[in-house]
């Protein structure tokens, strides 16, 4: 059912919907959007890729087989950013800079310290919907080349009992 | 690092009771070989510490522990602990021993490893640790956690046999005896945290006063230990509790499990005291348990089923004593365990070693042991006499005291006194005789000398005791004026005269002599009326009981993993049920606001009428994929009604989640086989189904519906927590409360869920790669 359209659709709205995802992370703390929101939309990016051009696509995109790794990835940085505080004596949480002081701005994005966890909480749901999918889609096509294989082995095998059975 | 240059004794005892079963264990790994040693060594290590820290000083050691409930790991080495603590090592330094000669023969007998040597003395180290714990523990959590390790060590060391189901049946009945009246134990401490703010025993003794709370804290933490203590009528789990190897039955049913239970109640006695009927219900339990042990012993014909009647009734007896109180009441308590502990600790590995020895365990088919076992038959006759109370043994003035407490209520407990004591006499020395005296009926191979020095060394104990009693009397007088809360004096000597005691302990002989005489007459009644007990007693309601619960829950379970309608059933009816019946009985009064209509409020009602009509709609299509469209048209619509409520986080995130569900639930539609998928979609369930599904979901849906009007009508309690967070939004750096609550203010909450996720995704992940699905 992919026609070209679809290819050439996909691949158009790639490199956008990944740059959306990577301004709603950013300006999460001004606007509405999240860590979480920006995951599920550079997950659903990669899904259109995965369901246009099938499994196959993933070894070819730069990094995204290692999708799944950023989950934990994700959930050390959330993990450092919650705890390391409670290691300098300060109760879990405390985000850096402190509350009122000044932070370093570039652009409307502050470097602070909940960004780092708000990354964190984007890569987890990232790799959780893109390694959901993808190791769907590659199970999928396993059943299916199995299941073409154990077709054409039936045949054969039929094939060979037909033969024994003339002997 | 203080506590090597100046080390607190009570925190010194602990440590080295808590390093015997970690060092045996790790003999254990080391070289299965040497456990026997090791274990020996750490346990005279244990009991020397105990002696020293008796010798100096009471010390206390105080750390905070759970700050925010102000609970303290708070340890005494008062002279309460001090004696229970001796008691724990010093009979436990006699049975290991004894066990080292008794775990390879029954190793030998049972076909097991050596390493299993590990696993025993491990867990009965354990449970020599957990017991010194509990008696310096003074705040009533670690009393808790220590009062359940001694339960989790008891119910290994009684199923120590794994592979008998009978051993695992006692050790899980003992378990859940002693561990659901341990909750008793658990909520007192909470009551009376309740009444104090605080756990420590101390600070409640200061302040208590009579009050109901206090009473029944009191009377359900007495619960706890007069289960453990096998009590009328939590008693039946001691007997079956005699499956275990005979060291543990010595062990934990002389100085150990039973002691603790009455610990416990020394341990509160002030708070007993307060209340006269608490007292009153002691001596109630007490003489029945003194009645049913002792008439129930009379009748055993099994060397340790005897001895564990006996404990019943005897720890009876030391129940009786707390009931009745005073100076002889609390005092003679304290005497009667340290001489009941070292005269039964005795017995039972006299019992282990006859049958050891002649293959024999019960009294119809042994006889005349004393012929081919002189030392072993010297010894426990030793303790016998001090068990029957005869002169020059500490088990007379064990009887003394008893006596002369109960002289001081009345005649009616005197006379129950001499009975009690009568029975006593005549079952120890029943047991005796039987094993020692009389035509010899069996061949016997000789056991080792760990086997019989051991019972030498506590009968030499119990008859040093009646000469030189005063050691003795000083740890029973330091432990009870710690329960008593003020120094007593107990006056222990020989009188030639015919002061009450005196006379009392000669009727007490004279009957109890009486009893054995006559056994011919009576034991074939007595024997029948105790099966009629068997047959209504509460071993047998708490079989029933047993038994309707398991088939209760595997109807449950049943009915639950049947398939994916019944399990969900199974949740959203039962919740849907209790919310229901909360919404009846709670005020409802100004919880259900129907708020006004306003004109602008048309299209938010127009999408949620659109998402009810979804939600109905999604019952319709039998096809799957159908299904899951219709699915994500409920969470669409919904996310509408979220942009019109003026949240567009809310509505952007449901967008998101919607579409990636759907794309997920297709993939699972793509991976299943379509014949099941076709198959499926082709069903047509019967109409009662229908009809039970819809109620189930009527039911749920009811829940939701009110619980979220309920939220939503009363949002006052909220709304203060809401301004001040947007209040502090900016100063957080953010402008977007949502994410900086998120992130920030509720991060915890957040770290929470994304853990979840990834232990989900790795769930996911492992089934698929594994090839589970399909």
């Known amino acids: ?167 | 690092m203080s506590w090597l240059t100046d080390p607190n004794p009570a925190l010194t005892v602990l440590i080295v009771a808590m390093l015997a079963p970690v060092l045996t264990l790790m003999a254990g790994a080391w070289r299965p070989a040497s456990v026997r040693a090791v274990a020996v060594g750490t346990t005279a290590l244990a009991f020397g510490t105990a002696i020293w820290a008796t010798a100096i000083e009471p010390s206390t050691f105080s750390m905070m522990w759970i700050e925010t409930w102000n609970v303290q790991f708070e340890l005494a080495f008062d002279g309460l602990a001090a004696m229970y603590t001796l008691l724990a090592t010093g009979i436990g330094l006699f049975v290991v021993l004894y066990a080292a000669g008794y775990m390879p023969l029954h190793r030998e007998h049972k076909g097991r490893p050596l390493i299993d040597d590990a696993r025993f003395f491990g867990f009965l180290l354990l449970f020599m640790a957990s017991m010194v714990g509990l008696v310096m523990a003074q705040d009533l959590l670690l009393i808790f956690v220590f009062w359940d390790l001694t339960a989790v060590a008891s119910f290994f060391l009684i199923g120590f046999d794994r592979d008998e189901e009978d051993a695992r049946d006692s050790a899980l009945m003992a378990l859940l005896v002693t561990g659901i009246s341990a909750i008793g134990v658990l909520i007192g401490a909470l009551l009376l945290w309740q009444e104090y703010r605080t756990f420590s025993l101390p600070l409640i003794f200061e302040q208590m006063e009579s009050s109901s709370t206090v009473t029944w804290a009191a009377a359900l933490i007495m619960v706890g230990a007069l289960a453990k203590s096998a009590q009328f009528p939590f008693h039946f789990w001691l007997p079956r509790a005699m499956v275990a190897p005979t060291p543990v039955s010595s062990y934990l049913h002389s100085a150990a499990m039973v002691a603790a239970g009455v610990f416990l109640i020394g341990r509160i006695f002030p708070l007993i005291e307060l209340e006269p009927w608490l007292g009153n219900a002691l001596v109630a339990v007490g003489s029945a348990s003194m009645v049913v042990g002792g008439v129930v012993a009379l009748t055993r014909d099994v060397f340790k089923q005897v001895l564990a009647y006996s404990t019943i009734s005897q720890y009876g007896y030391v129940v009786v004593l707390f009931g009745l109180g005073g100076t002889y009441g609390v005092g003679g308590a304290m005497f009667y365990v340290i001489a009941h502990a070292l005269a039964k600790c005795a017995l039972f590995m006299t019992a282990g070693a006859v049958t050891e020895a002649t293959g024999k365990s019960t009294l119809s088919e042994s006889g005349g042991a004393l012929r081919g076992m002189p030392l072993l038959a010297f010894g426990s006759l030793l303790a016998a006499a001090g068990m029957m109370a005869l002169p020059l043994t500490i088990g007379f003035f064990k009887d003394e005291l008893f006596f002369a407490a109960a002289t001081e209520h009345g005649r009616a407990m005197q006379a129950f006194a001499v009975l009690g004591a009568a029975l006593s006499f005549a079952y120890i020395g029943r047991l005796w005789i039987g094993i020692f005296l009389g035509s010899v009926k069996h061949e016997h191979r000789s056991i080792g000398a760990l086997m019989t020095w051991p019972v030498v060394g506590l009968g030499i104990l119990t008859a040093i005791g009646g000469v030189w009693v005063l050691p003795f009397r000083d740890i029973a007088e330091r432990a009870a004026s710690v329960s008593f809360r003020q120094a007593l004096d107990l006056d222990l000597a020989y009188h030639l005269d015919t002061r009450p005691e005196n006379v009392m302990a000669l009727s007490v002989y004279a009957l109890g002599v009486a009893v054995l005489l006559t056994e011919r007459w009576w034991r074939n009644s007595l024997r029948a009326l105790v099966s009629i007990g068997e047959v209504i007693g509460p071993a047998h309601l708490y079989l029933l009981t047993l038994r309707g619960l398991s088939r209760l829950s595997d109807r449950v379970h049943d009915f639950e993993v049947r398939d994916l309608r019944s399990r969900i059933a199974s949740i959203m009816g039962p919740a849907g049920v209790l919310v229901g019946l909360a919404v009846i009985f709670t005020p409802t009064e100004g919880t259900f606001v129907i708020g006004p209509l306003q004109r602008s409020d048309i299209p938010l009602l127009t999408m949620v009428i659109a998402t009810a009509a979804s939600g109905v709609m999604v019952t319709l299509p039998r096809d799957h994929l159908r299904m899951v469209l219709t699915l994500s048209c409920v969470g669409y619509s919904l996310a509408v009604v979220y942009a019109f409520l003026g949240s567009p986080d809310v509505a952007l995130v449901a967008v998101l989640i919607e579409t990636i569900f759907a794309l997920v639930l297709i993939a699972m539609l793509v991976l299943m086989p379509k014949s099941i998928l076709r198959y499926e979609a082709r069903l047509r369930p019967a109409r009662w189904k229908l009809g039970r599904d819809a109620i189930v979901a009527t039911i749920a849906g009811l829940m939701a519906f009110f619980v979220a009007w309920s939220a939503l009508s009363r949002p006052s309690a909220s709304t203060t927590v809401i301004s001040r967070q947007i209040e502090l939004t900016p100063l957080a750096h953010g402008y977007d409360i949502v994410t900086v609550i998120l992130a920030d203010f509720r991060g915890f909450d957040t770290l929470g869920e994304i853990t979840v996720v990834a232990i989900a995704f790795l769930g996911i992940i492992s089934l698929i790669r594994v090839g589970r699905l399909r």
């Open chain 1, 1 to 167: 059912m992919t026609t070209e359209l679809h290819k050439i659709a996909a691949r158009i709205l790639l490199l956008p919907a990944l740059l959306v995802a990577l301004g709603v992370m950013v300006k999460g703390y001004s606007d509405p959007g999240d860590g979480f929101s920006a995951g599920v939309i550079a997950a659903l990016a990669i899904a259109l890729q995965l369901m246009v051009f099938g499994p196959g696509e993933l070894d070819r995109l730069p990094l995204i087989r290692y999708a799944p790794y950023a989950v934990f990835l994700g959930l050390i940085i959330s993990l450092l950013t919650a705890f390391v505080p409670s290691v300098m004596g300060q109760t879990l949480f405390t985000h850096w800079p402190p509350a009122g002081d000044s932070a370093t701005v570039f652009g409307t994005l502050e470097f602070i310290t909940a960004v780092a966890f708000d990354v964190g909480v984007f890569l987890i749901v990232f790799g959780f919907g893109v390694g959901v999918l993808s190791s769907f889609a590659r199970a999928e096509a396993r059943i299916r080349t199995s299941e073409e294989r154990a077709a054409r082995s039936d045949k054969d095998n039929s094939g060979k009992r037909e033969a024994g059975n003339s002997t």
